[in-house]
């Protein structure tokens, strides 16, 4: 089974790690119920495709995303997500803004896959550098 997601549609205030298994749940029922895709079960390979925008600091782990979606035979997680409220980071006078610094060219680059790299690297970045 295939499953897009643009987090575009929803309310940043749900774009938590909390909140996203509650967005990928929801997605899902609502699949199946516009038949779209059968009821997962244990048999059932899911690709899940997200989209959209979610904060810097927010790594979606396929691990975690699996084990929240069971049963489920297996998953793929597609992140095709860009970091979203940078113009902080951009001012951010610390070590998180210097890092975002290095990377904001790479961010913006015409090549995809750099983008995406560059993404990931200011997620993993910002989940070394998160403030408790």
């Known amino acids: 089974e295939c499953l897009d997601i643009d987090l575009d549609a929803f309310d ?11 967005i990928f749940k929801e997605a899902i029922k609502q699949a199946v119920s516009d038949k779209k895709m059968a009821a997962p079960d244990r048999d059932t390979a899911l690709r ?16 975690r995303i699996a084990a929240e979606l069971q049963p489920l035979s297996s ?9 979203c409220q940078t113009d902080a980071l ?3 006078p610390t070590l998180r803004g210097a890092y975002y610094q290095a990377l904001a060219d790479k961010l913006q680059s015409e090549d995809p896959i750099l983008r995406e790299t560059a993404a990931l690297a200011l997620r993993l970045g910002m989940q070394e550098l998160k403030q408790d």
């Open 90 to 92: 951009a001012s951010d």
């Open 75 to 83: 998953l793929t997680l597609i992140d095709r997500t860009t970091p």
């Open 48 to 63: 899940l495709t997200v989209n959209g925008t979610l904060p810097a600091e927010l790594l979606l782990s396929e691990n």
């Open 12 to 22: 940043d205030t749900k774009k938590t790690e909390v909140g996203l298994i509650g």
